[in-house]
């Protein structure tokens, strides 16, 4: 029997074991072994629940994309399919023009396919919808043609306005990604809005017709969540890989690839493990330097990932503190939003309304908040104390949400180098590495830093991966 060996627990590598054990058909005599060597004591990355407030709260990614079927089918397939709960709340504001206001029907991925709800929403201002005017009346032709990629931010710019950019695109696509639309891949991170600028016309009219329309049967819910946490998914895929004989072996990081006669040898502090394949289901910078000896190109390429750190804050605060409605799941701060006390602006770049977003965590005697901080090119985020971070951002949710008194528990959580930057050509290098990685034979890569950050995309290239070095 062959040995796979899964280097990262994260979801994309619990989901490569899942795929390479059998996935839901279940093990057979013809699947690998499985080794899964995961460098930090527990499996899941950033899928990680605790207590708090006196329920079981994510303080890592929250839930996950319904449109993608992945996370959900995996869900269903280690048994958890009746504890996936459907978003529970819908809309979202973004600060604008001083105040927390609405967003607009009608955008794709924060981008507008129609004129009078953005231009009526008070988020852009006058200077703001004469952009979106010009695009409906005298729309811009496209100066570049054809071409396989495009920065996000200057394309919308071009065409509906460098406010619309800041005020609705980078809160939304920069938001998701912790970085700026100015550099961020079209292809990677928005292909209709590619094709679409690459149309004759206006850029919303083209954008809606490379929008698909809804279907005619229930379209399944925006968001999923777990009850009990997302962190539950990982600790029952790991639990149901055990069952069909994969050793999932904590606090054993790889420190080097080498060659074997039969495949590859994975060295560790507690020995080498052999394998005929591997699959490298770990952040960029730890593929590079596995795969310098090896392919430097590869490696690289690998190396020019740039990653964002990020911190969540999250608040319990008693019900009557909230003075005025909360509107939808929560609001975006863009990062050009202006702050008299700091010219480095807010540290805040969203905040989400947990116990309205997730009816399972809803009480009537409190709301829990959940705040994000940091971005790509924010440093300050490393410079502060649990503390700094904690009073900085109440202030700043006390300033926009009118809150009064304090929090009764509050919770941070950071993520170093958590998010990959999709810089234009973006899947140009990921192709590079995939083809570099393929061409050593028995070897593959899998994870956020190349084809998506959501869960049901690492998912997607947990299991591709796996199917690669079968």
Do not use: N
Request: proline share 7%.
């Amino acid at each position: 029997m062959s040995r796979v060996v899964v280097v990262g627990g994260g979801i994309s590598g619990l989901a490569a074991a899942w795929e390479l054990s059998g996935g839901a058909e279940g093990s057979t005599t013809a699947s690998p072994e499985v080794v899964v060597l995961e460098a930090s004591e527990r499996v899941g990355g950033a899928l990680r629940s605790e207590s708090f407030a006196g329920r079981v709260v994510d303080v890592g990614p929250d839930g996950f994309l319904g449109r993608r079927p992945e996370a959900a089918a995996l869900c269903h397939e280690v048994g958890l399919g009746d504890m996936l709960e459907p978003v529970g709340g819908r809309g979202a504001g973004v600060l604008a023009r001083g105040s927390v206001r609405p967003l607009p029907e009608g955008l794709a991925l924060g981008v507008p396919t129609r004129f009078w709800p953005a231009a009526r929403s008070g988020i852009l201002g006058w200077r703001g919808a004469a952009g979106l005017a010009r695009d409906v009346l005298l729309p811009r032709p496209d100066v570049r043609g054809p071409i396989g990629d495009r920065a996000v931010g200057p394309l919308v710019a071009r065409k509906l306005g460098q406010r619309v950019v800041d005020l609705l695109v980078d809160p939304l696509i920069g938001g998701i990604h912790a970085g700026s639309v100015d550099d961020m891949s079209a292809a990677a991170v928005d292909p209709p809005l590619l094709a679409a600028a690459q149309r004759r016309g206006g850029l919303m009219r083209a954008l809606q017709a490379e929008t698909p329309a809804p279907p005619e049967e229930p379209a399944p819910p925006l968001f999923w969540a777990v009850q009990g946490g997302l962190q539950r998914l990982a600790d029952t895929l790991s639990s149901e890989l055990a069952r069909r004989g994969v050793h999932v072996r904590c606090g054993v990081p790889a420190e080097q690839l080498d060659r074997t006669a039969t495949g590859w040898s994975v060295g560790t502090r507690q020995g080498a493990v052999e394998g005929s394949a591997v699959v490298l289901a770990v952040p960029a910078p730890v593929s590079a330097r596995l795969l310098r000896t090896h392919d430097e190109e590869a490696a690289a390429l690998a190396d020019g990932i740039d990653y964002a750190s990020v911190g969540l804050v999250t608040f319990a605060i008693p019900a009557d503190a909230v003075t005025t409605p909360l509107f939808g799941t929560g609001f975006l701060v863009p990062r050009h939003s202006i702050r008299a006390d700091d010219p480095a602006g807010w540290a805040m770049t969203a905040c989400t309304y947990l116990s309205q977003k997730w009816p399972h965590l809803a009480r009537p005697e409190d709301v829990l908040l959940r705040a994000s901080v940091g971005r790509f090119g924010d440093e300050r985020l490393a410079a502060w104390s649990d503390e700094e971070v904690t009073a900085r951002v109440w202030q700043e949710l006390t300033e926009l949400l009118a809150l009064s008194g304090r929090p009764t528990a509050s919770l941070v959580v950071r993520f170093p180098d958590a998010f990959p930057q999709y810089r234009v050509h973006h899947l140009l290098r990921t192709a590079g590495i995939e083809a570099a990685v393929a061409r050593l034979g028995g070897l593959a890569v899998a994870g956020a830093a190349y084809r998506g950050v959501g869960i049901p995309a690492c998912i997607a290239s947990g299991r591709a991966a796996a199917r690669a070095v079968q």
